[in-house]
C-alpha cells in the first residue's frame, strides 16, 4: 500500500475467505500442538487413574476436527467478500502498532511515562491536536492513575528512572 | 420463610456506609464503563477486580456486581443516544430506542429502558432469593458425576443456541479449554503445554484473555468505523420521566413476558443476548401495535430491556449456587470469589451466609441506586461518548494494559493481552463466538477434574454420567441441546426435500 493510497483505500486488502482459511490453519496447527504434548504426557490410563494427557487430547482432538471443517467450508467458498478494506488496516494498524511499542516502553520507562508518551503521540498524530491541549490531557490522566493506584488503592504498577530519581519508586 | 429473614440478615450486611458509597461507586464506574467502546461489563470488571484485592469479599462483590449493573444500565444509553449498542443484548433496543431519539422523545426512551431494565432486574433478583437456597440445597447432594454434567450442559448451551457456526462455537471453546490445561497439571503434577517456558508455568489467565479479547478486540473493531460518533441530544427532567411513567403500566403484559424469557434464558448460559431479541420478538407479535415496531414504539424498547437486565441478573443464579457462570461478566465475579478465598457452589451458602445474603441484598439496593444515577445523570455519561475517539482510545488502552498488568503485576500478560486482543478482532469479524472460549477458560480446569474424577470412580466408564435419573436427564438434556443445530438443519433439508 505504498502508492496511491486514498484511491486504493476502499481496496481490499484481504478477502474474507483468505484470511477464514489462515486463521483454520493456525488454529489446526495449535489443536496439532496440544495433540502433540498430550501424547507425550500419556493419553491412557495410569496406576493414579487418566493420565495428564487424557482431558487435553481430546480437547486437541476437536480442535483439529473442527478446524478441518471451518477450513474444508472456506477453501469451497466462492465469494469474494472483503475482510478488510486498505483504509480500514491502515485505521487499525495505527492503533496496533503504537500500542504494541508503547507495551514496548512499560518496561523501559515504567508505565507512566510511557502512557504519557503513547497518548501524547495518539493525540497528535490520530487526533491533530495541539501541544496545549496535549500536554494537559497527557499528564492528567496519568497523575489521576498515579492517584488511583499507588496512593488509594495501593496497587504499585511498573515504574522506570523518571520515578526512582523523584524517590516514588 | 427462612429467605426473608436471611434477605433481612443481608440488608443489614449490605446497609453499611461504606457499601452503601461503594454501591454508588460501582453504578457510575459501571454506567462509564458500558457506555465508553471497548469496556464491556466482563472487562470493566475484570480490570477493575484488583483493586478489590484489599476489600473485604462482601464488600468487593457489591462493588463488582454494581460495577456489572451499571454496565448493563450503560447499554441502554448508547444504543438509544448513539445507535451503537454498548454490549450485544443492546442491539435489540436500538430497533425502536434510536427512531424514538430521532423523533426527539430520548428521554422518554431512555426513561422507558431504565425503568424496565430496573423491573425486569427486579423480578430476576426476587427469583434468585427464593430459588436459589433451593438449587444450593439441591446441589449439596451433587458428586463429581453430576457437577460435570452441569459443566457438559453449559458448554452444550453455548454450542445449541450459538447464532453463528456450530462448528466455530466448539473450536472457540476447546481453544478455551485447551488454553486453561497449560501449566501445572493439579493432579500427576506434570507440566503441560508449556514447552519449557517459565512464563507458561502459571497458565493463562482468564482476565487477561477477557481483557483483550473485548477490551482491545473491540477498540480495534470500532476503529474500522471511523473515529466519529455521532448522537442524539438527551433531555430528561423530572416532566418527562412521570410522563414516560405514566405510560409505562399500560405495558405490563410485555414486562411480564420479558421478565419471564429474561429470567429462565438467563439461567441458560449466554442467555442474556438471545433474550433480548426473543422478547422484542414475542413483543411483536403479541402487541396490537406490533406493526409498528421499529419506527419507534416505547414497547420496543421494555422489552429488549427488561428481558436482557432480567437476564442478565439471572446470570448470576448459575454462578452463585452450582459455581457455573452464565456469562462473561459472572465469570469474572467467580473469578473474583476463587481469588478472594471463597469457594463457589452450594457450600457458599452454608458456610458464607453473610457474603451470600449481603450479596442477593446488594442486588436490590444496587439497582435501585443504579436507576437514581443513570435517571439523573444521563447528560454526563452522554458527554463521555462526545469525547473525541483519538483521546478516548489511548486512554482506554492504557487503562487495559494497567488492568491485566495488575492482575499478577507481570510484564508478560500485557503481552499476553495484545496477543488475545489481536485474536479477538479476528474471531470477531471472522464471527467465532469469544463467550465459550473464555467460559472454557474459567471452566476448564474444574470441568476437567470432575471428568477425572467421576472417571476414577467409575474405572473409566463413561456409563457413570447416565447410572441415575439425575446425572442422566441432566447429560441427556446436554446431549439433545449439543446435537440441535445438527437435526435442526437435517429437519430443514428433509421439509425442503419434502416440499
Known amino acids: 500500500m505504498d502508492h496511491q493510497e486514498d484511491q486504493a483505500a476502499d481496496q481490499p486488502a484481504a478477502s474474507s475467505k483468505a484470511v477464514e482459511i489462515a486463521v483454520a490453519a493456525i488454529i489446526l496447527l495449535f489443536g496439532a500442538v496440544v495433540i502433540f504434548d498430550s501424547v507425550r504426557l500419556g493419553i491412557t490410563w495410569g496406576d493414579e487413574g487418566p493420565k495428564a494427557g487424557y482431558f487435553p487430547f481430546y480437547v486437541g482432538l476437536l480442535i483439529c476436527l473442527s478446524s478441518v471443517v471451518t477450513l474444508v467450508r472456506a477453501v469451497r467458498l466462492t465469494s469474494e467478500e472483503s475482510f478488510v478494506s486498505r483504509g480500514q488496516l491502515k485505521m487499525v494498524m495505527s492503533v496496533l502498532v503504537p500500542t504494541t511499542v508503547y507495551v514496548g516502553f512499560i518496561a523501559l520507562l515504567g508505565i507512566y511515562v510511557a502512557s504519557v508518551i503513547y497518548i501524547a503521540f495518539f493525540m497528535w498524530w490520530l487526533g491533530k491536536y495541539d501541544w496545549l491541549k496535549i500536554v494537559p490531557v497527557a499528564l492528567g490522566v496519568n497523575v489521576a492513575l498515579f492517584l488511583m493506584f499507588e496512593i488509594w488503592f495501593k496497587v504499585p504498577l511498573p515504574k522506570g528512572p523518571l520515578e526512582t530519581a523523584l524517590g516514588l519508586a | ?499
Not at chain 2, 436507576?371 to 483521546?391: D, E, Q
Not at chain 2, 489481536?422 to 471452566?443: C, D, E, H, Q, R
Request: glycine share 12%; aromatic share 12%.
Open chain 2, 1 to 499: 420463610m427462612d429467605e426473608i429473614n436471611s434477605l433481612m440478615h443481608g440488608f443489614s450486611v449490605a446497609l453499611s456506609p461504606f457499601n452503601l458509597l461503594l454501591m454508588f461507586v460501582g453504578v457510575i464506574l459501571g454506567v462509564i464503563i458500558g457506555v465508553l467502546p471497548g469496556l464491556g461489563g466482563a472487562n470493566g470488571v475484570a480490570i477493575l477486580l484488583p483493586l478489590t484485592f484489599s476489600m473485604s469479599p462482601t464488600s468487593a462483590i457489591i462493588m463488582l456486581s454494581c460495577i456489572y449493573w451499571g454496565a448493563l444500565f450503560g447499554g441502554a444509553i448508547t444504543s438509544i443516544l448513539f445507535n451503537i449498542p454498548g454490549e450485544p443484548w443492546s442491539v435489540a433496543t436500538t430497533f425502536d430506542g434510536y427512531p424514538l431519539a430521532q423523533k426527539g422523545r430520548a428521554g422518554a426512551a431512555l426513561t422507558a429502558a431504565f425503568t424496565s431494565s430496573f423491573i425486569g432486574a427486579l423480578v430476576a433478583v426476587i427469583m434468585i432469593t427464593f430459588l436459589s437456597p433451593v438449587v444450593a440445597k439441591f446441589a449439596l447432594k451433587f458428586g463429581p458425576a453430576e457437577f460435570f454434567s452441569v459443566y457438559l450442559l453449559t458448554f452444550c448451551a453455548f454450542v445449541g443456541m450459538a447464532k453463528g457456526s456450530a462448528i466455530k462455537t466448539v473450536a472457540s471453546m476447546m481453544i478455551g479449554f485447551a488454553l486453561a490445561a497449560v501449566g501445572l497439571d493439579t493432579v500427576t503434577g506434570q507440566l503441560r503445554l508449556t514447552f519449557g517456558f517459565t512464563e507458561m508455568l502459571k497458565g493463562f489467565d482468564f482476565l487477561i484473555a477477557v481483557i483483550g479479547l473485548f477490551g482491545i478486540g473491540e477498540i480495534l473493531e470500532t476503529l474500522e468505523e471511523g473515529l466519529a460518533f455521532k448522537g442524539k441530544q438527551a433531555k430528561i427532567n423530572a416532566k418527562i420521566v412521570i410522563e414516560t411513567w405514566k405510560e409505562l403500566p399500560r405495558y405490563w403484559a410485555t414486562s411480564i413476558r420479558s421478565s419471564l424469557v429474561g429470567c429462565f434464558m438467563g439461567i441458560v448460559p449466554g442467555g442474556a443476548t438471545p433474550a433480548s431479541f426473543m422478547s422484542y420478538g414475542v413483543a411483536k407479535r403479541f402487541s396490537k401495535d406490533g406493526a409498528k415496531f421499529g419506527t419507534g414504539q416505547v414497547e420496543g424498547v421494555v422489552a429488549p430491556e427488561t428481558a436482557a437486565h432480567a437476564a442478565g441478573t439471572a446470570a448470576l443464579l448459575p454462578m452463585l449456587t452450582l459455581g457455573v457462570p452464565g456469562s462473561p461478566t459472572a465469570a469474572v465475579l467467580l473469578g473474583g470469589l476463587l481469588i478472594w478465598g471463597l469457594q463457589p457452589g452450594p457450600l457458599l451458602f452454608v458456610e458464607q451466609k453473610d457474603f451470600v445474603w449481603g450479596l442477593i441484598a446488594s442486588m436490590y439496593l444496587g439497582n435501585i441506586a443504579g436507576l437514581i444515577v443513570v435517571l439523573t445523570c444521563v447528560p454526563f455519561f452522554a458527554a463521555i461518548l462526545r469525547i473525541p475517539f483519538s483521546i478516548i482510545a489511548p486512554v482506554i488502552l492504557v487503562i487495559c494494559a494497567i488492568g491485566a498488568y495488575t492482575v499478577h503485576g507481570s510484564m508478560f500478560d500485557v503481552w499476553l493481552m495484545m496477543g488475545f486482543g489481536v485474536v479477538g478482532y479476528l474471531f470477531k469479524k471472522l464471527n467465532y463466538p469469544l463467550a465459550p472460549l473464555v467460559l472454557a477458560l474459567v471452566l476448564g480446569d474444574r470441568a476437567e477434574d470432575s471428568f477425572r474424577q467421576s472417571m476414577l470412580l467409575s474405572q473409566g466408564d463413561v456409563g457413570i454420567f447416565f447410572s441415575n435419573g439425575l446425572v442422566g436427564g441432566i447429560t441427556g438434556f446436554a446431549l439433545v441441546l449439543l446435537f440441535w443445530p445438527l437435526a435442526a438443519s437435517m429437519i430443514a433439508k428433509l421439509k425442503a426435500r419434502a416440499a
